[in-house]
């Protein structure tokens, strides 16, 4: 009923920059959370940021100051600007947004396909 569709991911030099983009499609009412997972070879995956649909923001630690969360309502797209990237952001990177679909009175959990970020020299 809903898909989400990544882009943005590739390799990057250590304090580069990449925008990541997710796009939601389908028979969407209202997009309640939009938020940004990462997961690194052999660790689990761990929320990066999230938005809500007031516009509340959260961010992990490690990417505070660095990375911004921000969305467009018209085209139910999510953004992550990631700066000053470091190696240890390398990780496969899944938007995840709550989505209420017309005639769904609680909504569920989609998930992106991921993308893949590499900060490397």
């Known amino acids: 009923q809903v898909q989400l569709v990544e882009s943005g991911g590739g390799l990057v030099q250590p304090g580069g920059s990449l925008r990541l983009s997710c796009a939601a499609s389908g028979s969407i009412f209202k997009i309640h959370a939009m938020g940004w997972y990462r997961q690194a070879p052999g660790k689990q995956r761990e929320l990066v940021a999230g938005?809500?649909?007031?516009?509340?923001?959260n961010y992990t630690d490690s990417v505070k100051g660095r990375f911004t969360i921000d969305r467009d309502p018209t085209k139910n797209t999510a953004y992550l600007q990631m700066n000053s990237l470091k190696p240890e952001d390398t990780a496969v990177y899944y938007c995840n947004f709550w989505v209420q679909v017309f005639g769904d009175y609680q909504g569920r959990a989609y998930w992106g396909q991921g993308t893949q970020v590499t900060v490397s020299s």
């Open positions: 938005i809500f649909s007031n516009g509340i923001t």
